[in-house]
C-alpha cells in the first residue's frame, strides 16, 4: 500500500474506535437493566479487543504477533467483566479489580452478591 492510502486506512481506523467507543459510552449510561449494563460492557471489550487485532494487521505484524493480541484481547475482556459491578438501585458502575465494595459509593445502597454470582443493591438499605 502507499504512503497515502496507508494515511485514508488509519484515518477510517481511528473515526471507526471513536465512534464505537461513543457508541458503548451512550448505551452503557442509557440502560437502565444491570445485566444489559454488563452484556454492553463486555460486547464492547470485545469488540475493541477485535480492533486491537485489526491495528496490528494494519500495521503489517506478522501472524504470531497477533495471536498475541487476540489473547491480551481475550484477557482485557475477562478481567474486564469479573473486575466491573453495577449497582442494583442507581446503576453505578465501579471498576476496581481487587476491591469488594460493601455500598454503593454513589447511593449508599448495600451491595450484595446474588446465587447467579451478580452483584445488585438492597432496595430497602
Known sequence: MSEETDGLV????S???GVAAAIFYVAKKRAKNINKKKQINNISSLFLSILMFFSGYIMGFPIVPLIIFIGI???ITYASSK???FCGSCGYEHTQPFSKIKYCPKCGAKIEKT???RL???HRA
Open 10 to 13: 488509519l484515518l477510517i481506523y
Open 115 to 117: 446465587p447467579n454470582n
Open 73 to 75: 484481547g481475550v484477557l
Open 83 to 85: 473486575s466491573t459491578s
Open 15 to 17: 473515526i471507526v474506535l
Open 120 to 122: 445488585h443493591a438492597d
